[in-house]
């Protein structure tokens, strides 16, 4: 079992709407939380990072739910600009970053 | 600042070739690390420097070498290479030496095939 999960999609949403992506991981000991965005053909740059008490930037929002194991993004107001992979990030207290597959994400017009 | 920065961008090896793919950073991070990314398969972790004259093996190290002989370079060998290893390879940094709670800072990418 993969230790980072996400729907691959793909989302296809309309502009200004509200899409929500899960994420889970299988390791209870894993301690920093990322969602990392990326562009086709492009590198991973961080979108933000999933603090306990959720955290919000502007229209992305972000939660962690530590007893089930999940992490959430939601993007409010969806841009044309938006589109992109969603890649969920997962690390221990060691040196390996878990990467989930990424959740595909297309905004039309 | 140039950030991380990797060549070549793109990349044509055939069958038993070998080469070495450049990785440098010019943020004095302490990490580096090379992933590859295979569609469907998302980022897996091949090889990470905790520093200079440090390194140790990830996910998918078989085939891979690499060294880190100063802070900043971290290149990643390829030994004899394989049609398995067509990927598109990321190099990423950050500033501590144990990336957990650290932002990742990705190169461009290169793009290798293997004929």
């Known amino acids: 079992r993969k230790e980072v999960e996400q729907d691959p999609g793909p989302f296809n949403v309309p502009e200004g709407a509200t899409v929500a992506f899960n994420c889970t991981y299988s390791?209870?000991?894993?301690?920093?939380f990322f969602w990392y965005r990326q562009d086709c053909r492009k590198e991973p740059k961080l979108l933000m990072s999933?603090?306990?008490s959720g955290n919000e930037d502007g229209r992305f929002t972000a939660q962690l739910n530590r007893a089930s194991q999940y992490i959430s993004l939601l993007i409010r107001d969806s841009k044309l600009s938006d589109s992109a992979t969603y890649l969920c990030v997962v690390s221990n207290s060691g040196y390996a970053l878990n990467f989930g597959k990424g959740t595909s994400l297309l905004v039309t017009p | 600042n140039a950030g991380v920065t990797q060549t070549p961008k793109f990349q044509v090896l055939k069958t038993g070739q070998s080469m070495t793919l450049q990785c440098a950073q010019d943020m004095n991070h302490e990490y580096m690390s090379w992933y590859r990314q295979d569609p469907g398969m998302g980022l897996r972790l091949i090889h990470y420097s905790v520093g200079a004259g440090i390194t140790d093996q990830g996910e998918v190290p078989n085939g891979y070498n690499v060294s880190r002989s100063t802070t900043e370079d971290f290149p990643l060998r390829l030994l004899s290479a394989a049609p398995s290893q067509t990927s598109v390879y990321f190099c990423?940094?950050?500033?501590?030496?144990?990336?957990?709670?650290?932002?990742?800072?990705f190169g461009p990418g290169t793009r290798l095939l293997v004929l």
């Open positions: 999933v603090y306990s």
């Open positions: 990423a940094s950050s500033y501590s030496n144990v990336p957990a709670g650290e932002t990742q800072y």
């Open positions: 390791n209870s000991a894993s301690q920093s």
